[in-house]
């Protein structure tokens, strides 16, 4: 009797099942594969419902990185004015007609820093961003294959029930 309990999926646990794909997609897709073929099969039967959990769930993770990046590159923005600022200021400071050529070295040399430093926050933006976008492409492929996987293993127990038939 509880392996037929085991097999049952209530509507209560259903809605459950639901809220959670809504919730968190990935630890849904995760529990499903855990679940009674039974109960995976019961829940590909309603498979258009799970496309559109997928797909939303790969939507929220495009979503959260375009936002990542935005930030990203707004604060990277401030940085790069700042540093512009600083250069012109430097740049204004060779102009005096006072300073000796120790000084206007010493201020080319500053000026020089700034290109570098600029370069480095860019070159480590780059990285940064290249990081997260191989990120975005793990995490979707991870949901994609949780989602082939319970599919795959719902199909097989479906296939598996038909030839014990």
Do not use: C, Y
């Amino acid at each position: 009797m509880d392996a037929e309990k085991d097999d049952q999926i209530t509507a209560r646990e259903m809605n459950s099942l639901k809220k959670l794909a809504n919730a968190n997609f990935t630890k849904f897709a995760v529990q499903v594969q855990h679940a009674s073929s039974e109960v995976q099969m019961k829940i590909i039967q309603q498979l258009p419902e799970f496309k559109k959990l997928a797909t939303e769930a790969v939507e929220r993770v495009s979503k959260a990185h375009e936002a990542t990046l935005s930030s990203v590159q707004h604060s990277e923005d401030h940085v790069h004015q700042g540093i512009k600022e600083w250069r012109g200021a430097l740049i204004a400071m060779l102009e005096d007609p006072n300073l000796s050529l120790e000084d206007k070295l010493r201020i080319t040399n500053e000026i020089g820093e700034t290109v570098r430093v600029q370069a480095a926050i860019h070159s480590e933006n780059t990285k940064t961003k290249v990081a997260m976008f191989g990120k975005l492409a793990v995490g979707a492929a991870a949901i994609v294959g949780i989602i082939v996987v319970a599919i795959t293993g719902g199909r097989i127990g479906i296939d598996q029930g038909d030839n014990n038939a």
